[in-house]
Nanobody, 125 residues
Framework: QVQLVESGGGLVQAGGSLRLSCVVSGLTFSTYIMGWFRQVPGKEREFVAAINWSGSAAYYSDAVKGRFTVSRDNAKNTGYLRMNSLKPEDTAVYYC??????????????????WGQGTQVTVSS
């Protein structure tokens, strides 16, 4: 049974930082791309970032480029999303996912096979 368990969300002031973690079990994590998405009520789930299987390459949405950093530790079956300089518009439920898209197509949520339950990030102004 595949499981993705996220943690690290919470309430932070604008300009602050958070690090999300996503622990993966039930599959060979090192052979999957990990993506991060976010969703606010009434809107579609949007792409945030993705990292390739080895951690050697990453891809970011324009909204977070330069502020967020995605990483992974395959020995721990864990992916991370470091979020700096947070803004109120970053408020959302954040989801991790794994799949086998190419990194170029990693923005496409339909290409992911497994998803976490989501963790709430709230940024106050």
């Amino acid at each position: 049974q595949v499981q993705l368990v996220e943690s690290g969300g919470g309430l932070v002031q604008a300009g602050g930082s958070l690090r999300l973690s996503c622990v993966v079990s039930g599959l060979t994590f090192s052979t999957y791309i990990m993506g991060w998405f976010r969703q606010v009520p009434g809107k579609e789930r949007e792409f945030v970032a993705a990292i390739n299987w080895s951690g050697s390459a990453a891809y970011y949405s324009d909204a977070v480029k330069g502020r967020f950093t995605v990483s992974r530790d395959n020995a721990k079956n864990t992916g991370y999303l470091r979020m700096n300089s947070l803004k109120p518009e970053d408020t959302a439920v954040y989801y991790c996912a794994v799949g086998r898209p190419s990194l170029r197509n990693s923005y496409d949520r339909a290409r992911y096979n497994y998803w976490g339950q989501g963790t709430q990030v709230t940024v106050s102004s």
